[in-house]
């Protein structure tokens, strides 16, 4: 069994995604797989940040959200 994971700019566009795809539908045919994967390109910026203003009880977190 082979674990492959996966994120940021490996998943960033959908180009990428594809990649991603391909090298997963390769490997499943030698082995069998655990596939991870990771946020988007950003997203675990974003969610880092949208955490800390939720702490702090910070109305912005609204409009980061809503982005």
Request: a positive charge; proline letters at 0%; zero cysteines.
């Amino acid at each position: 069994m082979k674990i492959l994971k996966f994120g940021g700019t490996s998943v960033a566009n959908a180009q990428n995604i594809k990649l991603v795809l391909d090298i997963v539908n390769v490997k499943a045919k030698e082995d069998q797989l655990v596939v991870v994967v990771s946020a988007f390109s950003k997203v675990t910026d974003l969610l880092q940040l949208a955490s800390i203003k939720a702490a702090a009880n910070d109305k912005a977190i609204k409009k980061l959200l809503l982005k």
